[in-house]
């Protein structure tokens, strides 16, 4: 099952051993800086396509993890870079941290897991607004039902402080707002994915509370009290890496672009499952594997410890040493330190 907590992230990075350390910076520079091919893109019927193939049926948790309650999950960032983690196949869960990890990997396929089939309605309207924004201010007002900037072009150079602040002090735009959810609903039945109406209501619900909360917005658990800990939506966006450095997925143009990129080629590929179950994240890996690819990146928060407490890490471990990869890394971030383990055995990987 998926979930946050507020004190740690787990991320599991398949690299190979002798990744070449004396580059990891240049893995991480501007996309503009690299010379990156562009990944083929796949059709609206390839992609709905392959969201039925690798999915399952949905599952319950009882939180709606719209947004992350990680104010910890940029601290493994400095580690990945060491170890010149980047492109391949990324594998991840929840929402919104997966586009930060992402930015920074620039995987040529991404798969974002969850067994509540809300949060692949939550990545499609995602992707329709990644898709509609011209740049990270005009996605952040879309996504808030906030007033884009008459100068958009402009906002471009500047820093996702000032992106916050514009977005802070702006008054909620209730008729952009409806412009914006009439405009989500033509993309989204356009992707090809079957979406109900009632599921369609979903992201319209799920749109609402962005709009409701604006950057104040907290992950929300059902029948557990909220902890004071969890960080808002602006913590998020303006939370650093160990170094200093804000290194969220709207700090950087060339990072939104690249997302946008992805999303708009059908790339960001959304998958109701269990990590423990027996389609989805076996047939990710085969649909890995038929592309000649390797996973780069398994980021799966703290839904391990959910699966030792229910029996079933074992089964997650044996679908995980199926899939594709160089050699396997356990790298687990807490709000103090990041910290790499190697090992050649998913079962006895540990944060």
Same mark, same amino acid.
């Given at each position: 099952?998926? /979930?946050?907590?507020?004190?740690?992230?787990?991320?599991?990075?398949?690299?190979?051993?002798?990744?070449?350390?004396?580059?990891?910076?240049?893995?991480?520079?501007?996309?503009?800086?690299?010379?990156?091919?562009?990944?083929?893109?796949?059709?609206?019927?390839?992609?709905?396509?392959? %969201?039925?193939?690798?999915?399952?049926?949905?599952?319950?948790?009882?939180?709606?993890?719209?947004?992350?309650?990680?104010?910890?999950?940029? $601290?493994?960032?400095?580690?990945?870079?060491?170890?010149?983690?980047?492109?391949?196949?990324?594998?991840?869960?929840?929402?919104?941290?997966?586009?930060?990890?992402?930015?920074?990997?620039?995987?040529?396929?991404?798969?974002?897991?969850?067994?509540?089939?809300?949060?692949?309605?939550? $990545?499609?309207?995602?992707?329709?607004?990644?898709?509609?924004?011209?740049?990270?201010?005009?996605?952040?007002?879309?996504?808030?039902?906030?007033?884009?900037?008459?100068?958009?072009?402009? +906002?471009?150079?500047?820093?996702?402080?000032?992106?916050?602040?514009?977005?802070?002090?702006?008054?909620?735009?209730?008729?952009?707002?409806?412009?914006?959810?009439?405009?989500?609903?033509?993309?989204?039945?356009?992707?090809?994915?079957?979406?109900?109406?009632?599921?369609?209501?979903?992201?319209?619900?799920?749109?609402?509370?962005?709009?409701?909360?604006?950057?104040?917005?907290?992950?929300?658990?059902?029948?557990?009290?909220?902890?004071?800990?969890?960080?808002?939506?602006?913590?998020?966006?303006?939370?650093?890496?160990?170094?200093?450095?804000?290194?969220?997925?709207?700090?950087?143009?060339?990072?939104?672009?690249?997302?946008?990129?992805?999303?708009?080629?059908?790339?960001?590929?959304?998958?109701?499952?269990?990590?423990?179950?027996? $389609?989805?994240?076996?047939?990710?890996?085969?649909?890995?594997?038929?592309?000649?690819?390797?996973?780069?990146?398994?980021?799966?928060?703290?839904?391990?410890?959910?699966?030792?407490?229910?029996? /079933?890490?074992?089964?997650?471990?044996?679908?995980?040493?199926? /899939?594709?990869?160089?050699?396997?890394?356990?790298?687990?971030?807490?709000?103090?330190?990041?910290?790499?383990?190697?090992?050649?055995? +998913?079962?006895? %990987?540990?944060?």
């Amino acid at each position: 099952m998926v /979930t946050k907590t507020a004190v740690s992230a787990f991320l599991l990075a398949l690299v190979p051993l002798a990744a070449p350390r004396e580059h990891a910076r240049d893995v991480f520079a501007p996309l503009a800086a690299q010379s990156v091919a562009q990944p083929a893109s796949l059709s609206d019927s390839a992609f709905a396509a392959l %969201v039925a193939r690798v999915s399952e049926p949905g599952g319950y948790f009882d939180s709606d993890n719209l947004i992350s309650n990680e104010s910890s999950y940029l $601290h493994v960032l400095g580690t990945m870079r060491r170890l010149g983690v980047a492109g391949g196949t990324y594998v991840g869960v929840g929402p919104d941290p997966n586009f930060s990890y992402i930015a920074q990997i620039r995987p040529k396929i991404a798969f974002i897991i969850d067994i509540r089939r809300d949060n692949l309605l939550q $990545h499609l309207l995602f992707k329709a607004l990644f898709e509609m924004a011209r740049n990270r201010a005009e996605y952040l007002a879309l996504l808030t039902g906030r007033a884009v900037p008459n100068d958009i072009a402009k +906002w471009n150079r500047r820093s996702i402080a000032d992106v916050v602040e514009f977005v802070e002090k702006s008054s909620p735009d209730p008729d952009q707002f409806e412009t914006t959810r009439a405009m989500v609903r033509a993309k989204v039945k356009k992707y090809g994915v079957p979406v109900t109406p009632a599921e369609m209501e979903t992201i319209g619900r799920i749109h609402q509370a962005f709009f409701d909360s604006g950057l104040e917005l907290r992950f929300t658990s059902l029948g557990r009290a909220p902890r004071p800990y969890y960080p808002t939506l602006k913590t998020l966006l303006l939370e650093k890496d160990l170094s200093g450095k804000q290194q969220t997925y709207l700090a950087s143009e060339d990072d939104f672009q690249f997302l946008k990129m992805l999303e708009s080629r059908n790339l960001v590929i959304p998958v109701v499952g269990n990590l423990a179950g027996n $389609h989805a994240l076996r047939e990710i890996g085969k649909v890995t594997a038929e592309r000649g690819d390797k996973v780069s990146a398994l980021y799966v928060s703290n839904v391990e410890f959910y699966l030792m407490r229910e029996g /079933t890490f074992d089964a997650f471990a044996a679908t995980m040493a199926e /899939t594709p990869a160089a050699s396997l890394r356990g790298l687990s971030s807490t709000r103090s330190a990041a910290t790499i383990g190697a090992s050649s055995d +998913w079962s006895s %990987v540990r944060s």
